[in-house]
Structure formats: structure tokens, C-alpha cells
């Protein structure tokens, strides 16, 4: 019986744990991690919420120490896919009939979960198969994945509580159904927090998902799927795989089906899908929602007035945290002339004393890459520099070891040529590249800023002037969906900074707000008459 208005208050943002020597939650922490590596997990897909094992495993070892096993995970078919599509329609109708405040506080109970027992597990995962450190694993997958949780489940309150006027002897309404069929999700291997909330934003608005992490994220993928098990998610509502990336799209997106894609990766593969799905519309029951982010080339345009250790500490935060492997972190940075060799003789000296290693060891600064993948990728720019013909320089780093783990140091490149390849391609690494402009010449320069790179997420600038602070930020007004004055550019948080860019970095959807939320909506207004009319007529049509 339904006879109250649910409301979920706007919840606060979950505080952030410093694991400081000594405190409980280091200890916590460094025992979870213990624990993982004295096991090897056997890891399953999850389909109807029934663990799934294929039998062709994988294997899962730390970027940082690919010497230890961490276990395996199964790897998805073909079928596999095609089982978790029909577990999840099956699932639909009673997952869209389910009252709101019980679909809500599953998730709910899957950020206490988080929140509390399962908060060292999920940490440690990330950073045993991610190479996060304690505090990079801490921000992400457990405070913004439970900010998530939380958060959408007061935007989506707010939503519903968005009613149209009513006429005399009218009463209008709006329904928001879910979309009419099953959702893809595709997470990346950076954020644990992003694995999370892919899935469970269009699974909060009652659409059903297949939900496909990148290989090098299952460890943590898994363990969040258990929570929401524990939770109390209904089968079927999520269905977690874990299928070669062609097979899950030629499957999912060849569906009719198919109601949309929640994607977070490349841009290639982004337009891929865009192409996919265009090719296939007449297949479909309704036009599929396609929302994504898909990284960026981010910047931080320093003013002649910009305080230099601000500027600094914003540099080596925002290039090197987790090893530069954000879609927002620091990548080409525009220095003027004035002050220029400060800056750079300082973020030298800071990033030398950046230490380097495995998780386990909490005064690491610096962790592994992802795979060795990113890691040729990255060395190859590298090397490249020698061949540069003159255009740039390393002026800090530039070694790489793959003895032990996928380990590139922290590096500098430095350039006089504004559009040299490490300025416009995104890298997504620890190498930061660097050009200095004439100080006189500042205004010019945002014009190179905004058009040297076809991508649009993040970017910061630091200056002192508030003119010139007005005039860069509407300058750059099409540059970055996440801009930040006198700050570093990556960081954004739920309820704070809602996330997403433009041009080549995806939709603009912003995670973290109602925005995202509403395209996994279906608005369906009801007007009722209390009293219908009886004929045709106007007054108007009587004669005089």
C-alpha cells in the first residue's frame, strides 16, 4: 500500500581517511591487503546473481609486482552475453514495478556496506589490482563510490518530485519509467568508483544492465558485486561479465533490446560504438541513449601573476597522482616567460623526491602503470623526444623499468613547439609536458590553448588578476566541462564538481548530478480531466 511521499535528504559528502601511521584504518588497511595476497581468488561473472564460470581463466597480477598472482578471473563468451541479456530482461518488469524507496535503499545499504566492512576489501583491491595508492584507492573506491550511491538517490528524488502545472478541473502528472529494455555498461580500468556507478545509475532509475569492466579492473569490479548482492539487489537487475570488448558489442548492440550504453573508455572506441548503433537503429524497439566520457589532452594555463608554489603544488598533484592515469590529470601545462624557471626548478626539485614502488609501502608516491600495454606506449614517447629534432627535451625523468612491475618515472618534457605531439595526444601516464610563452603574449596564448587539442574535460588556470581570471575563463568557456581556477584539474567530487566534457571527451553527462540520471529516464506525462466536455463546440462558433 502506498500512501506517503518517500524523501531522501541531500546526504553529506563521506569523509575522507588519511591513514596516518599509526591510526586504526592503516592498520585496517595493510591487513586487508595482507589478506588479499595470501589468497589467490578464483573470480566468477555473476549472471541472475549465480557466480558463472567459464573455465578460460586469466590471469590478475599488481601492475606494480606482476611476480605475485593474485588469481584468476573467467573469461566471457558469446553465450555468456547472451544469457546476461536475457537474465536482465527477465528481470525488467519486476525491477520497474518495485516502489521507489525499496529500489532506493538498496543502494543505499550498499553505500553502508562500503562505508564500513567492506571499506579495507574494496581499498585493497583497487590498489593491488589497479597500483592505487592508500589515499588515490581511499578517494575513489570507497568516498566517491559511496557519494554515488548516496547522492543519486536523492537526485533521483528530486526528479520524481518534478510535477507539471494543473489546470482547473485537470490534474496533470509526469511518470519517469525506465527505458524499454537493458542497458550496456562499460567501465574503465582507472576508477573503481566509475566501475560502481555505471552500472547502478541507470539500475537506480529501474533499467536492467550487463555490465562489462575493463580486464585490468575485475578484481575490484568483483568485490563491489558482492556488496550489492549482500545489499539485496534483486537477480538479474545487474548481471556482471566479463567478455572480449568486439563480443560484447557485436551482442549487445545487435539486440532489439538494446536502450543504451553507459560508457567511460577511449574516443575510438566511443565513435565505434556511436557508428554500431547508428548502423543498427532500425533494429531497435526505441532509439538507445548513448552517454560517455572517453578522456581528454588536460591543461593548466599559468598567468603572469599566478602565485608559483600554487602552481607548483597543482602541477606535481595533478600530473602525478596515480601515475598520471586520470581522465582529468595534468598533461600540458603553459608557463610565462616572467616566471617560468622558478616553476620548473621547483616541480623538479618536488618531483625528486617522489618516492616509487609497490602499494604496500605507504610512502610511495608513485605506483606502476596499468599494463605493459600502456607502459611501450609511454616509453616509446619517451624515447621519441631524442628524435625530436630540437623541439624538446626531458628535464626531469625519462627512465623505465619493466623488471619488476610497469614502472615509468615521473618525467618532465619540456618544448618550444606549442603543438609538439606530446601537447595534443593524450598520453595518460606520469610525463607532463611543458611550453613557455612570452608573459606579454598571455592572451594570444589561451587561443593555442583552446584550439590544440580536439578534447574538452578538464582544465585549470592560475592567476592572481581577477580581470584576467574573468577573461580566461570565457575565453576558454568551450575548453574544459570541468575548469578550475587556481587549482589542480583533476579531482572533481560527487555533489561538488558534477563531471564530463565536450568535443572529443564525450556527451557532457555529468556524473556525480540529475543530469546523468535523466538519460535513463523515460518521462511519460498523464493528463486526467475530472469532467470531460460533451461535444464539439466552442462559444465561438454561436451565431450573433
Not at 573508455?265 to 533494429?283: A, C, D, E, H, R
Not at 606535481?316 to 598520471?324: D, I, L
Amino acid at each position: 500500500m502506498h500512501n506517503g511521499y518517500f524523501s531522501f535528504a541531500e546526504p553529506k559528502n563521506e569523509p575522507v581517511l588519511n591513514y596516518a601511521p599509526g591510526s586504526a584504518e592503516r592498520k585496517a588497511l595493510q591487513a586487508a591487503i595482507a589478506e588479499a595476497k595470501s589468497q589467490q581468488r578464483d573470480i566468477p561473472m555473476y549472471i541472475n546473481n549465480q557466480e558463472v564460470r567459464s573455465g578460460e581463466k586469466m590471469e590478475i597480477r599488481p601492475p606494480h609486482e606482476t611476480a605475485h598472482l593474485l588469481g584468476h578471473f573467467h573469461v566471457g563468451t558469446e553465450t555468456h552475453v547472451k544469457d546476461a541479456i536475457k537474465a536482465a530482461l527477465e528481470a525488467r518488469e519486476a525491477w520497474a514495478a518495485t516502489s521507489w524507496e525499496h529500489r532506493a535503499n538498496v543502494f543505499l545499504k550498499a553505500a553502508e556496506l562500503l562505508a564500513g566492512k567492506y571499506r579495507w576489501k574494496m581499498n585493497a583491491a583497487t590498489m593491488l589490482g589497479q597500483s592505487k595508492n592508500a589515499y588515490q584507492a581511499e578517494i575513489d573506491s570507497a568516498c566517491e563510490l559511496i557519494d554515488f550511491l548516496r547522492f543519486n538517490v536523492h537526485y533521483l528524488t528530486e526528479i520524481y518530485k518534478q510535477q507539471p502545472l494543473s489546470s482547473p478541473g485537470v490534474h496533470n502528472r509526469l511518470e519517469y519509467r525506465p527505458l524499454e529494455g537493458f542497458v550496456l555498461a562499460i567501465t574503465p580500468f582507472n576508477f573503481t568508483a566509475i566501475g560502481g556507478n555505471l552500472p547502478t545509475a541507470p539500475a537506480m532509475c529501474g533499467n536492467v544492465v550487463v555490465w562489462k569492466p575493463a580486464n585490468t579492473q575485475v578484481y575490484s569490479a568483483s568485490v563491489f558485486m558482492e556488496i550489492l548482492i549482500e545489499a539485496g539487489l534483486p537477480a538479474g537487475v545487474i548481471n556482471l561479465v566479463y567478455p572480449p570488448g568486439a563480443v560484447i558489442g557485436d551482442v549487445s548492440m545487435a539486440h532489439p533490446d538494446f536502450a543504451g550504453v553507459h560508457f567511460t573508455g577511449s574516443t575510438g572506441v566511443f565513435q565505434t560504438i556511436w557508428k554500431t548503433i547508428g548502423t543498427n537503429l532500425p533494429t531497435y524497439k526505441s532509439f538507445p541513449r548513448i552517454v560517455g566520457e572517453t578522456g581528454g589532452k588536460d591543461f593548466v594555463f599559468v598567468h603572469p601573476t599566478a602565485q608559483v608554489d600554487a602552481v607548483v603544488a597543482g602541477l606535481a598533484r595533478g600530473a602525478f597522482e596515480y601515475q598520471g592515469q586520470k581522465c582529468s590529470a595534468a598533461s600540458r601545462a603553459y608557463l610565462p616567460s616572467n616566471i617560468a624557471a622558478e616553476i620548473k626548478d621547483k616541480l623538479i626539485a618536488e618531483l625528486k623526491t617522489m618516492k616509487m614502488g609497490i602499494v604496500d609501502d605507504f610512502t610511495n608516491f608513485i605506483n606502476a602503470v596499468i599494463d605493459e600495454r600502456s607502459f611501450d606506449k609511454l616509453a616509446k614517447y619517451i624515447d621519441n623526444v631524442a628524435n625530436s629534432n630540437g623541439k624538446a627535451k626531458i628535464i626531469t625523468g625519462g627512465k623505465y623499468d619493466k623488471s619488476k612491475g610497469w614502472y615509468i618515472e615521473p618525467t618532465i618534457i619540456e618544448t618550444n613547439d606549442p603543438s609538439y605531439v606530446t601537447m595534443c595526444e593524450e598520453l595518460f601516464g606520469p610525463v607532463l609536458t611543458i611550453y613557455t610563452y612570452e608573459a606579454d603574449k598571455w592572451e594570444e596564448t589561451l587561443t593555442v590553448v583552446d584550439q590544440t587539442s580536439p578534447y574538452a574535460l578538464t582544465g585549470a588556470i592560475f592567476s592572481q588578476d581577477r580581470h584576467t581570471i574573468e577573461t580566461m575563463t570565457k575565453k576558454l568557456v568551450n575548453a574544459a566541462g570541468n575548469f578550475y581556477i587556481n587549482d589542480k584539474p583533476t579531482g572533481a567530487v560527487v555533489g561538488q564538481q558534477p563531471f564530463g566534457g565536450a568535443r572529443a571527451s564525450g556527451t557532457n553527462d555529468k556524473a556525480g548530478s540529475a543530469l546523468n540520471l535523466y538519460r535513463w529516464l523515460s518521462a511519460r506525462t498523464i493528463k486526467e480531466t475530472q469532467v470531460p466536455v460533451t461535444n464539439y463546440r466552442y462559444p465561438f462558433h454561436q451565431a450573433d
